[in-house]
């Protein structure tokens, strides 16, 4: 299992979840920042640091949400594994789901 960032945090990008996660396997992506599956290891750091409550535990995402499960994976398809986020800053792209919104309003931001 593993947790999932979902659409609030599409153009947002607070990052306060990638300093608190200790493995490193939040990634950037052009709208929004991902989850790696394979490399998260269940801990639950990102979850309540999150400004807009975009990040649930794999099978708590909303139904409004539930695609960006696959989405977060879909990210990764190219990638692989690259083993932590921070050696790799911005990924130019997003996956599709992401891409195909419309820019996204944020209160306070």
Not at 13 to 36: F, N, S, T
Not at 51 to 65: H, K, L, R, S
Request: hydrophobic share 35%; charged share 25%.
């Amino acid at each position: 299992m593993t947790y999932v960032i979902a659409q609030p945090c599409v153009d947002l990008k607070d990052k306060a979840c990638v300093e608190e996660c200790p493995v490193d396997c939040i990634y950037e992506g052009d709208r929004m920042l991902y989850i790696h599956p394979d490399e998260c290891v269940d801990c639950g750091a990102c979850e309540p640091v999150c400004p807009v409550e975009a990040i649930f535990y794999e099978d708590d995402v909303p139904a409004q949400w539930k695609d960006y499960t696959a989405a977060n994976a879909e990210f990764f398809d190219d990638l692989g594994s690259p083993g932590g986020a921070a050696k790799h800053g911005l990924i130019a792209k997003d996956a599709a789901i992401v891409s195909a919104l419309e820019p996204q309003e944020h209160e306070g931001h």
